[in-house]
């Protein structure tokens, strides 16, 4: 069955950056696009960005555009968003989505001083 495992989310000073992973399974990694949303607390779903199945394309949310960078490494089935800059409006946990009804667990990331 498919399988998003995220990782590396955490806490972090205002200004820092992280690098979040996911690990992909359970489906062809390298057919299929892949988004990132996240969830602020007592907020609903935001998507954030998305990559084309071959990485050639990505889009961005005007909330993170200039400071994230999504990325994917299809021989590795994973997918990446490095964080850059991070605000505490950042915070949230982020889940990579293969599609609307399918994501994983979740990272936290807090950013706070």
């Known amino acids: 069955q498919v399988q998003l495992v995220e990782s590396g989310g955490g806490v972090v000073l205002p200004g820092g950056s992280l690098r979040l992973s996911c690990a992909a399974s359970?489906?062809?990694?390298?057919?299929?696009?892949m988004s990132w949303v996240r969830q602020a607390p007592g907020k609903g779903l935001e998507w954030v960005s998305d990559?084309?199945?071959?990485?050639?394309?990505?889009r961005y949310s005007d909330s993170v555009k200039g400071r994230f960078t999504i990325a994917r490494d299809n021989a590795k089935k994973t997918l990446y968003l490095q964080m850059n800059s991070l605000k505490p409006d950042d915070t949230a946990v982020y889940y990579c989505?293969?599609?609307?009804?399918?994501r994983g667990q979740g990272t936290q990331v807090t950013v706070s001083s």
């Open positions: 990559i084309s199945s071959v990485g050639g394309s990505t």
């Open positions: 359970g489906f062809t990694f390298s057919s299929f696009p």
């Open positions: 989505a293969k599609d609307k009804n399918t």
